[in-house]
């Protein structure tokens, strides 16, 4: 079969942010499905913030994108062949195709989607991963109660949004924090935050730690950690006792190996990190949503009918050709997104 | 009433190790019981490394003591002379009594203790709070199941003498951290640890990293976090995916202002700390005792029976006098103590 495809593939490791020269758009051939299979041609794509951390050979929750494969990533699209029962053509799909106009895997890897429940761009954002994360993330682990207040940073992604709107759904205070005055004006009138700080106008961890005070007078009970950094240190002296710090990214280090702003913050450092998870009798944990995707069905059943429904608002940024994912990646990476990044591959 | 007593007064706050001058041992008027409280003649008093912390005038869960105020703590003996209907002359008593020969508390603040149960000092110790925040912080936030592995460092402690001996009980693997090679010896011989590590056989927190490695061959699922610095340094690149860290203290910072011996290594510092969190998806969780006192009839319901039959074993360790009470906490803040630091009074 001489048919070709096109994928994005990782040409070189970055050494702090990623540059053009890390990424190569190339052909190579068409898959074919085998039995069990489904061949996707893929419509959008989503980037993501983790996929930063599988470029590096690093220990982490899972194995880097080797050199010359294919950029990791979800992706939804139209089936086009398929020797499994489950699919046809025609049909609608989600699954981690990666940076590719097509994708082939098996059907019990995939999710249907279904255009008639609203656009299918929304499986890659608010009613999927990055969604799921902020609902099950807020849930379960910040544990949120009516008249308690939360913090979450980059407040206008698709996981701080949906942290957001469902905190204030419960009756919470909710604080965002995002980079620029334009974000922080889209968390306050998209999402209905309370109020939304710019952390950029803020030159220290000192002086963000003092804005976020006024806006919290009654201290901070969730801080939904996704960023790490400048916003960590201004949080941490913030958190009332019995404060619930769930972690599902830091964002601020992703691009500096583990170092990045804030890193230095006498706030996070060891020792006044750890006396304040023990003096405010803290619960922090660590967590990634591809461990809990059997929640993905309580998630769409509960949140699905809000988005339909426009009581959960979402926002998509969205690039245009495959061949442009790499700078889209890059500009998010910095903030340059607002709402939810997707690439229109087709 | 001309009656005196005895206390030992915080002279000034320390910079650093407390030394002699920290302490006034001194003579004051005997209390005499309102209505509702009760006198008791102290027989032991307990010397806890939590005590450090309420000599600083620093953020944390306590107020501290007041320069010239009593010595914080608790102590058990005699009533002889009671004001309440739940105590008379000759029941024996634990209360927050603070460094002292006497004190008068009211009755709904102490708790009864039975001399035919045993020794009235295992209120102050295996039966009272240390063993008490053992058994809570194992049990409730570390989680444990048997197969795992859970290291413990202060092993021959209060605290991590109850942790690794009920996690024992569990079907756990047991490896414990102390500082000397008697301490290592008493944790295997006396408390059944697996292993135990001489902390100061280690010069960094990465050749102890090596050692625990090797004890630790599966990783490590729980580690109770009570000490700091170059423990929870070698410890946190060998927790195991969904591990549990119960934080009840850490002593090896309480001398340094935040600032103690590992402090500066990288694997703690605060985004490579963090990144653990997230990327083994860890559950750390700060606690103090005395939120989770109505857990003491639980306990004692639990634990009492098998510190009666010997099947949990106890030390104790016990200096003379209470003008002495300076001089064996200071020495318990440098690990000079083997077992429960126990100061007898009268």
């Given amino acids: 079969m001489t048919e070709q495809m096109h994928h994005v593939a990782l040409a070189s490791r970055p050494d702090g942010a990623p540059t053009a020269e890390n990424f190569r758009y190339e052909a190579r051939p068409m898959p074919e499905p085998a039995d069990g299979e489904v061949l996707v041609k893929v419509h959008y794509m989503s980037l993501d913030p983790y996929m930063r951390g599988r470029m590096d050979d690093a220990d982490s929750y899972a194995k880097p994108v080797p050199v010359g494969g294919t950029m990791e990533g979800g992706a939804v699209g139209e089936v086009i062949a398929s020797k499994s029962d489950r699919f046809k053509p025609g049909d609608f799909a989600f699954g981690m195709f990666g940076w590719a106009s097509h994708g082939c895997l098996p059907a019990n890897q995939l999710r249907k989607v279904n255009p008639a429940h609203g656009s299918i761009t929304t499986s890659l954002g608010v009613l999927g991963m990055p969604g799921l994360t902020g609902w099950y993330g807020l849930t379960e682990l910040g544990k949120p109660k009516a008249g308690e207040t939360l913090v979450v940073a980059a407040a206008t992604g698709p996981v701080g949004s949906m942290v957001g709107q469902i905190a204030k759904s419960r009756g919470l205070r909710v604080v965002g924090v995002a980079g620029g005055a334009d974000k922080c004006k889209m968390a306050v009138e998209t999402f209905g935050f309370d109020a939304c700080l710019d952390h950029r106008a803020y030159a220290t961890a000192k002086d963000l730690k003092a804005a976020l005070k006024a806006e919290c007078p009654d201290g901070i009970d969730i801080y939904f950690e996704n960023v790490g950094g400048k916003v960590l240190a201004a949080v941490m002296p913030l958190m009332n006792n019995f404060g619930r710090i769930p972690i599902c990214g830091m964002i601020s280090w992703y691009n500096a190996g583990g170092l990045g702003a804030g890193a230095a913050d006498a706030d996070i450092t060891g020792p006044n ?41 979402y926002v998509e940024d969205v690039a245009e050709g495959l061949e442009n994912a790499p700078a889209a990646f890059m500009s998010m990476l910095k903030g340059g997104n607002m709402g939810k990044q997707i690439v229109k591959v087709a």
């Fill in 273 to 313: 990190l750890w006396r304040t998870i023990l003096v405010r009798f803290l619960s922090v944990n660590g967590f990634i949503i591809s461990n809990h995707f059997d929640r993905m069905g309580d998630f769409l059943a509960e949140v699905g009918p809000k988005v339909a429904s426009g009581e959960i608002a």
